[in-house]
């Protein structure tokens, strides 16, 4: 299944990032730039390296530049996501592009890469609050509630998965169809955002 493999990928690249467990590590991807892995595990480096941005940036103590700094990254590190996801969505829409879709067939709420999107940040979340419910030096009471919070992230997970899969068979077996947008950010764009537009 798409999701099983997808989200042994986003695994691994959770665990490589661990090993060093720094936001200014450098970045290497195993697989290779022709095949769905590499995007993939793209996207998830960039769902753990943000997930960490915006854990520092909440340091009460962080210095006023510094944090605006930080806030460029998550800015830029957004756009990258938005990109990757638009990037595995095209790979879809290429797989599919030959499928004869039925006179019923109607669309989803949401693109095939999207839901794989939340698949990679739902991975994240579970590697967390997994390291959570095994704290040595945490209290039974907070480690009791996250092993609550943990089961419940594993049940979105079967649940998002299959959703996935059945998503990608109704594509592909013409029972629905992809009708992607571009996000068509506008605060990023110098001629769409008025600030930015301004100091022309």
């Known amino acids: 299944m798409f999701s099983t493999m997808a989200f042994g990928i986003f695994d691994e690249?959770?665990?490589?990032?661990?090993?060093?467990?720094?936001?200014?590590q450098p970045f290497e991807n195993p697989y290779p730039k022709d095949e769905i892995a590499h995007l993939l595990y793209r996207k998830n480096w960039i769902d753990t390296v943000q997930w960490h941005y915006e854990d520092i940036i909440r340091d009460p103590n962080i210095d006023p530049a510094a944090a605006l700094v930080l806030k460029r990254k998550i800015d830029a590190s957004n756009q990258d996501r938005t990109d990757l996801v638009e990037f595995i969505d095209s790979y879809f829409l290429n797989k599919y592009q030959s499928v004869e879709i039925k006179k019923d067939a109607n669309i989803n709420t949401e693109s095939p890469a999207w839901a794989i999107d939340r698949l990679s940040i739902l991975a994240l979340k579970i590697y967390h609050m997994n390291e959570e419910a095994t704290r040595e030096d945490a209290t039974s009471e907070h480690l009791e509630k996250c092993r609550a919070k943990l089961a419940v992230l594993r049940e979105q997970k079967h649940d998002l998965s299959m959703a996935i899969d059945q998503l990608l068979s109704d594509i592909e077996n013409g029972n629905k169809y992809m009708k992607v947008y571009k996000q068509m950010k506008m605060y990023n764009d110098a001629e769409l955002n008025p600030v930015l537009r301004n100091q022309k």
Do not use: A, G, L, R
């Not at 690249?13 to 200014?24: E, G, M, R």
């Open 13 to 24: 690249s959770i665990t490589k990032y661990h090993i060093v467990d720094d936001v200014d």
